[in-house]
């Protein structure tokens, strides 16, 4: 299914400031509230959660985590992640649109000149979204850059195509990287609308159907040359990597919890026990709640490491940041994704088999908790996640670092 829709761009709408912990997780617990209400429905039919996004912006949950120096929330990693997780928990395509959104936020942070931050940080503040433009179409893989920045005699002009740009059907900044004359990588920000910007939903994947993840074209789109932000060497040690990382175990965790609350409500309200189980219902089979207690302790082991993660970052002291810090927080990160993705295939799948056959009747959209984190946890290789622990703990191995790990 291929959708291109221009008319989708909406205006940014007042958003409020959240600077209270508490404040921040009741208004994520009020998105994902109106997000579950029609969750099996929009998946079925592939529909956007417009309604649940505008009201993230509205809320205030887009700028927790820019800097109260620039007028946002300053919240936590730990705040972060624990919003990610409660909405991703109702609807993981909802938490996934505006992941890049706060990854490009910390690429901000650490890469932006003071300038640049105050001028795009008031973007977010004041309710606009980042959108990712993703990485390259045919290319050997994902850090290769084909798009060309070129100038001209009235600026910057960029052209290239990408794809899996999540967010970028939605957003009111388009985000993207690009070569420029001289042979360096460059992000350009480009507000939208934009002569030349074409965003298109060709995404068909099984799960998370209604991210958009699809392509952006650009043809001579014109760039503001304030808001390009220079790409730093590979090693040069920051937190992009780990905050990225952490954001999507955070969305794993939440795909994870949501079909284990949905199995337990299955198990009690619809399925029937298995003949030799001699029990009148389904939650009195001994061998299956074996199994649910199984399950649930997997799921707060890796609900308990992506905690750990988030306040390791938080606890980072900028001042004395080096290569160390980051490698240290880029562990911690994979470690909990680790159990993250595992734990949200391994649900996902249960929560089928413990309900039975009456489990994959479409009318229940049970299914999409699989096709979900079967999707997502695509995003980055957990063998890699692996490789780097073992490395790390064996040899004394720093992890490469990039967006990915």
Do not use: C
Request: aromatic share 6%.
């Amino acid at each position: 299914m291929t959708i291109k829709e221009e008319n989708l761009w909406r205006a940014p709408e007042a958003a409020a400031v959240i600077t209270d912990e508490r404040q921040a997780l009741k208004a994520a617990r009020a998105v994902a509230e109106l997000a579950a209400v029609d969750a099996v429905v929009r998946d079925r039919e592939r529909l956007y959660p417009l309604e649940a996004l505008s009201l993230f912006s509205r809320l205030g949950l887009g700028s927790i985590s820019v800097p109260r120096e620039f007028g946002g929330g300053g919240l936590s990693y730990l705040t972060v992640a624990e919003v990610f997780r409660l909405i991703s928990a109702a609807d993981p395509s909802l938490g996934q649109i505006p992941q890049n959104h706060f990854g490009l936020i910390q690429y901000l942070r650490d890469e932006a000149s003071h300038e640049q931050k105050a001028a795009l940080f008031n973007k977010v503040v004041t309710g606009h979204r980042f959108g990712n433009g993703g990485p390259e179409k045919n290319t050997r893989h994902t850090r290769e850059v084909l798009a060309r920045l070129r100038q001209s005699p009235d600026g910057p002009r960029l052209t290239g195509e990408k794809f899996y740009s999540t967010g970028a059907l939605f957003a009111h900044i388009v985000v993207t990287t690009a070569i420029d004359d001289h042979g360096k990588a460059v992000l350009a920000f480009i507000p939208r609308p934009a002569e030349g910007l074409e965003i298109i939903d060709d995404w068909s994947g099984v799960g998370q159907r209604t991210t958009a993840s699809g392509t952006v074209r650009l043809h001579e789109v014109l760039v503001d040359p304030k808001w390009l932000v220079e790409v730093p060497a590979t090693d040069k040690p920051s937190l992009r990597g780990p905050v990225s990382q952490l954001i999507q175990a955070a969305i794993d965790a939440g795909i994870a919890r949501g079909a284990f609350e949905d199995a337990r409500k299955f198990i009690l309200e619809q399925s029937r026990p298995w003949i030799d189980a001699g029990v009148d219902r389904n939650a009195d089979d001994t061998q299956l709640q074996a199994d649910v207690g199984r399950i649930y302790v997997e799921l707060l082991a890796a609900e308990a490491l992506l905690k750990r993660a988030a306040r390791v970052l938080d606890e980072i002291n900028p001042a004395h940041f080096d290569a160390a810090t980051a490698a240290r927080a880029s562990i911690a990160v994979a470690e909990a994704k680790v159990l993250t993705t595992a734990i949200a295939l391994k649900a996902s799948e249960k929560l089928l088999e413990w309900g039975g056959s009456r489990a994959t009747l479409s009318q229940h959209g049970l299914d999409r908790h699989w096709r979900n984190a079967r999707t997502h946890t695509l995003h980055d290789p957990v063998r890699w996640k692996n490789h780097a622990i073992g490395n790390y703990y064996l040899n004394g191995i720093f992890p490469v670092r990039h967006a990915w790990i």
